[in-house]
DNA sequence: CTGAAAGCGCTAACAG
DNA sequence: CTGTTAGCGCTTTCAG
């Protein structure tokens, strides 16, 4: 044993439970209840205990308190990246409702992280339940976390976690025959990376369900493309090289903006040179111009029915919300009223 | 089997560093030094502990490591909020250094939080060290934190903890300069929210210090507005019914798209009527058309040497990091074939 | 009404 | 090389 014997309170530190025991004179315990507002503790007694803990700045120690309670009150969102207004959208619903319940969010992007699975398991240990987005890590993953703890996957599907979700496959097919039906339009490329996420893949799908359903023939390949607004742009280089096809569906309202943005100043209209549609209905989508024609997401309410999910709320094994095709200029409607016309 | 006295391995649960011990008959000291491959253990019975730990699933659980370590290794960001590309860049810069420090991340949006003071230290206690952004909490706050562990402020200042940020009131001086210099605007309005934070505040400071030096009277309040595209929008419209003035100065770039896109809708050219320009350089800058003139803060970089502080690296206490004036086209200077770096 | 003590999961001296 | 034991900070029976 060391020549000073002072085991507790090291200086620099924090002040621990004990602490203010001694400086109060009363044991731990006391103070614990104090900390927890139990109406067994004497108004005397109670007032001293406070006094000290004001008076040296203590906060029980959550780390201290979520050992002893098996319970962390938090709750994890496992996102592919934290960049873009979708998932920014997701967190918010999730945090509204983890307000609500008095819950703190962890969010982990694992697009940075080279070993997405690791940081995950350690992200499952720090917290009450989890939300995982489709994409971001392998099934068998997400069964292994299911089987320890609360798990929902958002945007996605899995054997066995719940699932919160939109039907992508059927809205992307609903917007495409907008396209061939009232547009007539007979060349349509789907622009974005259909192996992405599982969302992209069922956009995709969707796009080539409407194809097929009108009886063509898909006009080329998917343009392999990032969902953000600067791989619009670059695909839009490409598409002006390559030559214009009638109409390009996006698989996301920030891609569909980088090519907007882009290829007017390459010299090609929209819509009247090619149509344009975006998916999700992001702000950015009304305010861009042409307006975006696009399918509004609930993003917010994903996150929130996910968020309940994961801190406990009963879920069906799918929750699916509803979209809504939303159509604005982009794909050749006219504007709408109360909207000023300029085209052209 | 469900007898009452079976104070260890909870049936559901994770199993626990004695289920181990006790699988393998050894103690579970030796586990631990197995999860450390602290050489000390034998070939034999290291492989019977590997083999149990693979086989019951075991992981050693992070929050009872944190509380012998007295180390989380987390660090934790605190922001305003977590919407656009800002603070998605803020955060990537920050979590690069930390996966090179196998540390992981805990961001906090306190916009959304009713008390964001008790969530700050609340994350506080579970991480190892703290980033700040300005505009979050109170100064007081800061120093409280600064008081009890690592804590650095990025995009702003305390008198208690260190800082990491950029000239913004230079910055913005320069470019406003550059508007009455070399355009030889009257005119001018500042569109943002002053008070919004001190990087804004600083941005709006620079704004009024060029106006001076220029013997300039401001032309208008500044239109107090959001950050993000939307309010860009909506500044559009007030500024249409206003009258427009030379020149609109945006506190950042969102804010600056959002009047691009909206204006031209209703009737107003730029930069012809009306000069337009942003701040930040994030990547919507260069899309935009015409391509927004900008200063470009290294924003990954802030994020990262707040990192490299916040998790135990020497720092001065402020260090301040280069802004880079972008001249583009929405200023009315004519497209270069390049990219336009510095002025004067 | 209050205190002692066991326990949450893990680590790290300190013996053997 | 391995086990015992005393913490890390807190909660919570169980006695008094």
Redesign the interface.
């Known amino acids: 044993m060391t020549d000073a014997r002072a085991p507790r309170s090291r200086t620099g530190?924090?002040p621990t439970i004990r602490d203010i025991a001694r400086e109060v004179g009363v044991s731990v315990a006391t103070v614990s209840r104090v900390t927890h507002d139990d109406p067994r503790v004497t108004g005397e007694t109670k007032e001293r205990v406070r006094e000290a803990i004001d008076r040296l700045?203590y906060?029980p120690?959550?780390?201290?308190r979520?050992?002893s309670y098996q319970r962390?009150n938090t709750l994890g969102i496992v996102l592919p990246?934290?960049?873009?207004?979708y998932?920014?959208?997701l967190?918010?619903g999730a945090?509204?409702v983890a307000?609500e319940r008095g819950v703190?969010?962890?969010?982990?992007?694992t697009h940075?992280?080279?070993d997405a699975v690791a940081?995950v398991?350690?992200?499952a240990?720090?917290t009450d339940g989890l939300i995982v987005a489709g994409g971001t890590i392998p099934d068998a993953e997400i069964s292994?976390l299911a089987a320890?703890g609360r798990v929902v996957v958002v945007a996605g599907e899995s054997a066995e976690a719940p699932a919160v979700l939109t039907d992508g496959r059927s809205a992307a097919a609903e917007l495409t025959h907008h396209l061939i039906e009232t547009h007539g339009h007979r060349r349509l490329w789907f622009v974005g990376e259909p192996d992405g996420s599982p969302d992209t893949t069922l956009r995709y799908d969707g796009f080539r369900d409407a194809l097929r359903d009108a009886g063509l023939d898909e006009a080329g390949a998917p343009l392999r493309y990032g969902l953000?607004?600067?791989s619009?742009?670059l695909a839009a280089r490409q598409v002006h090289e390559s030559g214009l096809p009638d109409a390009l569906v996006c698989a996301n309202d920030e891609l569909a903006i980088?090519l907007l943005?882009?290829l007017?100043?390459l010299g090609h209209r929209i819509p009247q040179d090619v149509a344009i549609t975006g998916f999700d209905d992001q702000?950015?989508a009304?305010?861009?111009?042409p307006r975006l024609t696009t399918v509004h997401q609930p993003v917010a309410d994903l996150g929130a029915h996910a968020a309940a999910g994961a801190l406990g709320d009963d879920l069906e094994p799918r929750t699916v919300l509803p979209t809504r095709l939303v159509i604005r200029e982009s794909c050749g409607c006219a504007a709408s009223a109360g909207v000023?016309t300029?085209t052209d």
Chains 1, 2 share one sequence.
């Open positions: 530190s924090r700045g906060t120690s959550s780390l201290g979520a050992l962390t990246g934290l960049g873009g207004p998932f920014a959208a967190i918010e945090e509204s307000v703190a969010i962890n969010v982990l992007g940075l992280r080279p940081s398991r350690q992200l240990e720090r292994r320890a953000d607004v600067r619009g742009a980088g943005a882009t007017p100043g702000s950015l009304e305010i861009a111009s000023d300029t």
